[in-house]
C-alpha cells in the first residue's frame, strides 16, 4: 500500500495505490490498483476521528 498526494491539484488529492488491488490474469495492469480516495484534508479529519481511509476506499 502507497499513498500518493498532490500538492499542486485543487483540494490536494490523495491516492491509494494497493499492489494487491489488479488482477493481471484478467487484463488489468498495475496502474488498475491507483484509486482515488480523498483530499488531504479528508484523509487527515478522517485519521484524527480514528477512521481509516484506506479500509472506506476499498471497501465503500
Not at 494497493?18 to 487484463?27: I, N, R, V
Not at 487527515?44 to 477512521?51: A, D, M, N, P, S
Amino acid at each position: 500500500m502507497q499513498w500518493h498526494l498532490s500538492l499542486i491539484a485543487v483540494d490536494n488529492p490523495m491516492l491509494l495505490y494497493e499492489a494487491d488491488d489488479w488482477e493481471p490474469d484478467s487484463g488489468e495492469g498495475p496502474h488498475d490498483g491507483l484509486r482515488h480516495a480523498t483530499s488531504l484534508r479528508g484523509w487527515l479529519w478522517t485519521r484524527v476521528e480514528g477512521g481509516n481511509v484506506r479500509d472506506e476506499v476499498l471497501n465503500p
